[in-house]
């Protein structure tokens, strides 16, 4: 996990340069914490996440920056497929997708502060609940607020305890 997601010549030439790699360990969690960062305006990070949900509810995931966690700050428009169905939505929260009970998500989130200073979010997902058909969402969510730099982020579920052992976030700069 991780690295397959990056091309091999981005990894070889140094354009990703890892600022974190968390594997939850010990007992579930309902939040994940990346602190001490300083993603300036016009920067750029990959979030690549792997996370094991092992509950029989279905949580939502939230990408927060700085602090923020007041949903109504942030606004996300989603394209997702399931089987043959396609949905489009706009909700006015910081989605970061959701995860199917007892089963495996994998997201990948592109995260940018714009020149403007708006926390920015662009994200592929891909849930396998181990069926015949996988759920793919595309979303893109931004901020209603400004910031100066990215200081930390929170990834956060509505399900406690559902970001199980063994889940993984690595953070990456890129052009680092």
Do not use: H
Not at 74 to 83: D, H
Not at 122 to 130: E, F
């Amino acid at each position: 996990m991780g690295e397959c997601v990056l091309t091999r010549r981005s990894v070889v030439k140094n354009e990703y340069q890892k600022l974190a790699d968390i594997i939850v360990s010990g007992s579930a969690v309902t939040q994940v914490d990346i602190s001490g960062l300083n993603i300036g305006k016009g920067e750029e990070v990959v979030l690549v996440s792997e996370i094991d949900n092992p509950t029989g509810s279905i949580p939502g995931f939230r990408l927060y920056a700085n602090d923020n966690y007041t949903d109504t700050n942030y606004w996300t428009q989603a394209l997702e497929a399931n089987g043959t169905t396609i949905t489009g939505a706009r909700n006015n929260i910081a989605s970061c997708l959701f995860a199917q009970a007892n089963s495996k998500t994998f997201i990948n989130v592109k995260i940018k502060l714009t020149n403007n200073g708006y926390y920015v979010l662009q994200l592929d997902g891909i849930i396998n609940n181990g069926l015949s058909s996988m759920y793919m969402a595309n979303r893109y969510t931004t901020s209603t607020f400004t910031l100066t730099s990215i200081t930390s982020l929170r990834f956060y579920s509505t399900i406690a305890n559902s970001i199980g052992i063994g889940s993984r976030f690595i953070l990456y700069k890129v052009g680092g």
